[in-house]
């Protein structure tokens, strides 16, 4: 039966398509069980299998590195052959197993677990919040606010499952916790399936040529080489999170090809389009910086909320839902008022958004650091400074991260728009990457002093923090000095991410002219 385009694109919900209502859900099920899992994890390792803080900050890199740069693939293959809808429902039953299978403790399970998240993520991330972007027309006043209610989605799952996960591992062991993460997955991908069946996406996410789908080689059509194969990049991408040391290689083979398909793609699209995509590239690049410092939530703000903050009432895993749970206080309320802000026609561009948001981000950290102000006997910083920390960097989030998504779909040229939808989450990629690197800035090693306990870094330290690199001795000189490495480490990234804010402001004007009308 056909579909009335028409007609689907009259159905609303609160003032917007109704399949945004679907997708929503659908992502905050999948975000559910994909930070539930994160929230875990790193405990997970230093307690449970007893690594090392550096075994386990680099694997935990790896893994969130891994898990957005393959969208990049991913985005190549929905756009070729298989089209967004057939994309999620494949990364949605990899990602599945993934966490079904942490639930197997052995080192072949847990690092094929990964992986297969990893690979699964690629399908799905760039494609679903792609399909998002489709729901509304170029020039919808809509768009920022709509981007924003997803983000609400993809939050509520981020505030949801690290309590639930957490208190099952808790209660009944770590395993539970990573099967109830994966019972998340399949309930998202349930709730995409019905909103197929209902046709509220309407034409929106077919496979882009069907002909070219169906040709078969050796019984298999295009669709079943692509689920062979991805089944197959599971062991290699399982390798390399073991091998973690190995992985800026990686690096530098995702940056050729990133500058080699880009650069392609440069000189297929008109003048305009490639302005455009240039501004896409640079909110990426900004979106790297943010996420590396941001990403410390899940590693070593995980550990520093364990090791050096007077906890009150949830455990350290648990600290990973109060970022979600602010972005659920606000979301609503950002999304109202950029709508308003656009009628009274006075809604900040979004090259100043960026700027704005990597200013909170950098205020949140700083507040982080002051926290050993207030330090106990115990070497323990009181429980209202992280909260209050991630309220503020919470909201650069939210200046940020929506935003880009809503520029994203707008500044890519349409045939190459969910590659670059999955660029924009390759920033990810390199700013957990970097995140590990900054991660492990915080870890102790006796006899040695931080690179920001002395000279003009150690100014800055000491000046936000209160403390200083002798501040360790008495009883308690080991907490202190863990305290320390990571008060100071995120005073001086607090202070270096705001100074890179207020260059983004400054230079909006000429960001503005190259996105060439669009707001």
Sequence with gaps: ??????????????????????????ELWERFSFYGMK?????????????????SFGVMAAYMSLVYVT??????????????????????????????????????????????????????????????????EEGDKRRDSGFTIFYLGINLGGAIAPLLCAWFAEI??????????????????????????LAVFGDKGLVPDIKNYEKKIYGLNKGGRIWFLAWLS????????KFNEFEHYLVWVASLFLIGYIGYILTKVSVKERKRLLVAVYFTTLYAIFAAVFEQAGSSLTLFAD?????????????????????????????????????????PHSAIKFGLGMLFLGLGFLIFGMSAQEVNEYAKTPMFYLIFGYLILTIGELFLSPIGLSKITELSPIKYATFIMGVWFSANFYGHFFAGKIAKLTTVREGETGVFSKGFFGTISETITGLSGTTANGDNAEAFQQLYSYVSVYANFGVITMIIGVVAILIAPIIKKLMVGIQ
């Design 1 to 26: 039966m056909s579909v009335d385009q028409n007609t689907i694109d009259k159905q609303e919900v609160l003032g917007h398509p109704k399949g945004l209502l679907y997708l929503f859900f659908a």
């Design 39 to 55: 929230a875990l994890l790193v405990l997970y390792m230093t307690k449970h299998l007893l690594y090392s803080d550096d075994k």
């Design 71 to 136: 969208p990049m693939i991913g985005g190549i293959i929905a756009d070729k052959y298989l089209g967004y809808r057939k994309s999620i429902f494949l990364g949605g039953v990899l990602m599945a197993t993934g966490h079904f299978f942490l639930t197997i403790e052995t080192p072949l399970f847990f690092y094929g677990s990964l992986a297969l998240i990893i690979v699964g993520n690629g399908f799905f991330k760039p494609n679903i919040s792609t399909m998002v972007g489709t729901l509304y």
């Design 172 to 197: 009944y062991g770590w395993h539970y916790g990573f099967l109830l993460a994966g019972i998340g997955m399949l309930v998202g991908l349930l709730v995409f399936k019905r909103g197929t069946q």
């Design 234 to 241: 599971v062991p290699v991408f399982a390798l390399i999170v």
């Design 307 to 347: 090791r050096n903050v007077d906890l009150i009432g949830i455990n350290a895993a648990q600290t990973n839902s109060i970022n979600s749970t602010w972005i659920v206080l606000l979301a609503i309320p950002f999304a109202m008022l950029w709508t308003f802000l656009s009628k009274k026609k006075s809604n």
